[in-house]
């Protein structure tokens, strides 16, 4: 059972940790400190979610609608392409600097709907958490210690993005600190959206 466990925690945390769009985002709300921890319970509850439909056998079901994956691939595509373009124009334009006392500018229902879009538009998700861990875990001595390790490994992570942004936001006060991260997610998110576009889903994005 500590196998199962070990062996959902290591290989579902590698996982999470290479959908470069989900935390490219999440990131960059965390050290804007813009409903952060919103972000965070969105992404964990989106992962365990979709855990359980994949050891549940919805991964059957989607693989007999391969059309469906394919829409949703050009959606990603669409919706990446849109958030590099915003980071970029950011960059150009450029935004004031962090201030810790200051309100939020970007609304809640913005943050929670541009979280569910980055985790649920993007295809590779559904590859992960539907089709590639429930087959990990299928082959496990106990499938229910597997499916703690990954949730536990979706805790964890989404809960570190959160925590390490907010540490830095301190340090980032500055204009120029921003035009350097907006440029990074706006790299990060144009690269998976050309990936995406150019591969197909094939694999693991990195």
């Excluded at 996982?15 to 985002?25: F, T």
């Excluded at 669409?78 to 334009?93: D, G, K, P, Q, S």
């Excluded at 570190?160 to 204009?175: D, E, F, I, K």
Aim: with cysteine; aromatic share 8%; hydrophobic share 55%.
């Amino acid at each position: 059972m500590l196998t199962s466990f070990l062996t959902g925690l290591i290989v579902c945390g590698g996982i999470i940790i290479a959908i470069g769009a989900q935390n490219a985002y999440i990131l960059g709300q965390a050290i804007r400190r813009e409903h952060h921890w919103t972000c965070v319970g969105i992404c964990m509850s989106a992962d365990i979610l979709l855990f359980t439909l994949g050891m549940l056998g919805v991964s059957a079901a989607l693989l007999a609608v391969p059309e469906a994956m394919e829409a949703l691939r050009w959606l990603g595509v669409a919706f990446l392409t849109w958030l590099a373009a915003v980071a970029f124009f950011n960059v150009i334009r450029g935004r004031q600097g962090l201030d810790p006392e200051s309100r939020a500018e970007t609304s809640f229902k913005a943050v929670v709907m541009t979280t569910l879009a980055v985790t649920l538009l993007n295809p590779q998700v559904y590859l992960d958490t539907l089709l590639l861990i429930p087959s990990i875990g299928a082959q496990q001595g106990s499938q229910v210690a597997f499916f703690a390790g990954a949730s536990t490994a979706s805790v964890l992570w989404f809960s570190a993005l959160g925590l390490a942004g907010a540490a830095l936001s301190p340090w980032l006060a500055r204009p120029l600190a921003w035009r350097f991260i907006d440029g990074a997610i706006g790299t990060m998110m144009a690269g998976i959206a050309i990936h995406l576009a150019s591969n197909g889903l094939q694999g693991p994005m990195v």
